[in-house]
């Protein structure tokens, strides 16, 4: 049964922008942590945002300033606009939600950045 399902990746020129979404299942998004990760090939896994509760919101530091999260509760939707875009951001960006100990994550979508 899929939970979370990525979508708005694509190829972007450096300084361009794109907005990931994330439709969540109405059980998964009752979690009050979502956010994203990010996988470069070669490297792991690493956060770059949440949002709890849709009111609280963190950033790792490389996204700082330039990426956003927020959170549609109409719509059982989380989002990561990204701005500024680098060749560093090039990944499969992954949603995640936790709840009670366990974590649900998406099927990911890649963002590739050029220079």
């Known amino acids: 049964q899929v939970q979370l399902v990525e979508s708005g990746g694509g190829s972007v020129q450096a300084g361009g922008s794109l907005r990931l979404s994330c439709v969540a299942s109405r059980t998964v998004f009752s979690s009050k942590l979502m956010g994203w990760y990010r996988q470069a090939p070669g490297k792991e896994r690493e956060w770059v945002a949440s949002t709890f509760t849709g009111v609280s919101t963190s950033y790792a530091d490389p996204v700082k300033g330039r990426f956003t999260t927020s959170r549609d509760n109409a719509k059982n939707t989380v989002y990561l606009q990204m701005n500024s875009l680098k060749p560093e951001d090039t990944a499969v960006y992954y949603c995640?939600?936790?709840?009670?100990?366990?974590?649900?994550w998406g099927q990911g979508t890649q963002v590739t950045v050029s220079s």
């Open positions: 995640y939600a936790s709840s009670n100990g366990v974590t649900y």
